[in-house]
């Protein structure tokens, strides 16, 4: 059974930084590339509506942002711990969201990385980030 479990979200204050963990179990994770999503807190939506935040190639080598978060985000890897992380700084009030990390296995892919949730096989609950103003 695939689990991906997220941590590490909570208050902070607006300049602030934050750190979440994506901690995979049941899959190779060294076989899948990883994305960070996030979605406004309080709607129901399809997760194919979530925005896209970030995204790292199964080795690590390749990393991709939204225009939103890049120069403040910060996506790795750490293959031997089964987990991603995404450490946010400079955080502003407009990144208040529940982050969902997901994974997807390209092996049989030329693609290495995408930024569409549709693309995305497996998907964690999300862990809730807010930032004050």
């Known amino acids: 059974q695939v689990q991906l479990v997220e941590s590490g979200g909570g208050l902070v204050q607006a300049g602030g930084s934050m750190r979440l963990s994506c901690a995979a179990s049941g899959l190779t994770f060294s076989d899948y590339a990883v994305g960070w999503f996030r979605q406004a807190p309080g709607k129901e939506r399809e997760f194919v509506e979530r925005e896209f935040v970030a995204t790292i190639s199964w080795n690590g080598a390749v990393t991709y942002y939204s225009d939103s978060v890049k120069g403040r985000f910060t996506i790795s890897r750490d293959n031997a711990k089964n987990t991603a992380y995404l450490q946010m700084n400079s955080l502003i009030p407009e990144d208040t969201a529940d982050y969902y990390c997901?994974?997807?296995?390209?092996?049989?892919?030329?693609?290495?990385?995408?930024?569409?949730?549709?693309?995305?096989?497996?998907w964690g609950q999300g862990t809730q980030v807010t930032v004050s103003s």
């Open positions: 997901a994974a997807v296995d390209f092996r049989s892919s030329i693609v290495v990385v995408s930024t569409q949730a549709n693309e995305y096989e497996y």
